[in-house]
């Protein structure tokens, strides 16, 4: 009996530290958590050209500061987190060329706009607004709406949706 007690008493001691080594400690309780968890991603990506190269990769850290949004749609570290998400898909769309990362860019930092109308990260949105606008990287259509592109342009717009998803 007493072999048995310490059989068990062994399996509980080895199980603590495996469950905390295995607990997902991905998750943040707070915006503030999950926004410099987002910055540890960002800054992984950054150091790493290998990295960068992939789509992924930069969609994984996008999430992150979409996630502190999510978390407190209104509070303090709401816009700084759409904010940044904005200006990765700015740099997404530089290496990618593509005309949906920047609308995306664009679309977070309007929400801000829209929001945030008192948050110091609301001059920086429409001043991003600006950039993207004069730099003519982006056509104004309405929400929702497709421009009259090619067939082939829609194919890829559903494709990258559906790999934001996947991911």
Not at 103 to 130: C, H, L, M, T, W
Request: charged fraction near 25%.
């Amino acid at each position: 009996m007493l072999q048995k007690t310490i059989n068990i008493t062994f399996i509980l001691l080895l199980s603590i530290p495996a469950g905390l080594f295995w607990s997902d400690s991905s998750q943040a309780s707070t915006p503030k958590q999950m926004y410099s968890q987002a910055e540890v991603c960002y800054k992984k990506l950054r150091h790493s050209p290998l990295k960068m190269k992939y789509r992924h990769n930069w969609l994984r850290c996008i999430d992150m500061f979409q996630q502190v949004h999510r978390l407190d749609p209104s509070g303090p570290w709401a816009a700084a987190g759409l904010y940044k998400s904005g200006k990765l898909y700015q740099e997404l769309a530089k290496r990618s060329g593509k005309k949906s990362d920047y609308q995306e860019a664009r679309d977070n930092f309007e929400r801000i706009v829209r929001q945030f109308p008192g948050s110091r990260y609301r001059g920086k949105a429409s001043a991003e607004i600006q950039i993207l606008s004069s730099a003519g990287m982006l056509t104004n259509n309405p929400a929702g709406k497709k421009s009259s592109g090619s067939s082939r342009d829609l194919v890829e717009d559903e494709y990258l949706k559906a790999e934001s998803c996947y991911n």
